[in-house]
């Protein structure tokens, strides 16, 4: 979605580094939802977002929301190779709208041994 | 323990054919949605269903339709498959019964790799 921009589109670390992914709105955040995709299978639900400055974790996996600026970003600490795959935000902008969420393209994290 | 699945994975059909796409929770839960997924689109909704006998379109309807007479299932069907419906299918569902917040995180099936020729 265009309402939803991640970035970067991919990336490749080196196993061990750091790295983070950004997830933009274009409108007003009531909720973000962090998913992770390995290729071939479906969604992983990693965490939800609701609050501003909100901070959640799941493992080596942390993510931040800002509110201010409408953006959520993810971050991976001590990356290893069960990290790789693509990354979605999906973004709830209609609080009223029962559980349509939208999404955006996808961050492909490739770990280099 | 609570999933979701799909069936079949994969499907290889010709063009013009009626297929169909099932979807089964165990989740209990009330909402459930159809996706399909392409290189530089992303995730783009199809239809998606609050309960039983409610369905509503997303924005790529054109060419699909979904019935749901239980809770459980949402089978999604294309009346004339094209080649541009080629794609990744994922069903998902989720509890909330309105508004954003907890319980709106929507749980995803495996996928349907479907090809059409």
């Known amino acids: 979605s265009q309402e939803l921009e991640q970035s970067p589109q991919s990336l490749i670390v080196q196993e061990g580094k750091n790295l983070t992914i950004n997830c933009t709105s274009s409108?007003?955040?009531?909720?973000l939802y962090w998913y992770k995709q390995k290729y071939g299978e479906g969604l992983i639900f990693l965490m939800m977002?609701?609050?501003?400055?909100e901070e959640k974790s799941h493992e080596k996996i942390t993510a931040k929301l800002d509110e201010k600026k409408q953006q959520s970003s993810l971050h991976i600490t001590a990356s290893q190779p069960s990290h790789a795959g693509i990354y979605l935000c999906?973004?709830?902008?209609?609080?009223?709208?029962?559980?349509?969420?939208?999404f955006g393209s996808g961050t492909r994290l490739s770990i280099r041994p | 323990d609570a999933e979701i699945t799909q069936s079949p994975r994969h499907k290889i059909t010709e063009t013009g054919r009626q297929v169909t796409l099932a979807c089964h929770q165990t989740w209990n839960h009330n909402n459930m949605f159809w996706y399909r997924q392409d290189l530089g689109h992303g995730l783009r909704l199809i239809h998606y269903?609050?309960?039983?006998?409610?369905?509503n379109k997303g924005e790529v309807s054109d060419g699909y339709s979904v019935s749901r007479s239980n809770t459980e299932d949402l089978p999604l069907t294309l009346e004339s498959a094209a080649s541009s419906q080629t794609s990744v299918y994922f069903c998902?569902?989720?509890?909330?019964?309105?508004?954003?917040?907890?319980?709106?995180?929507?749980?995803f099936g495996p996928g349907t790799r479907l090809t059409v020729l």
């Open positions: 409108k007003t955040l009531y909720g």
């Open positions: 998902a569902s989720s509890e909330s019964a309105g508004g954003a917040g907890p319980g709106n995180e929507q749980f």
């Open positions: 999906g973004a709830d902008i209609e609080p009223s709208s029962a559980s349509k969420i939208i």
């Open positions: 977002l609701q609050k501003g400055g």
């Open positions: 269903s609050y309960g039983v006998q409610d369905t």
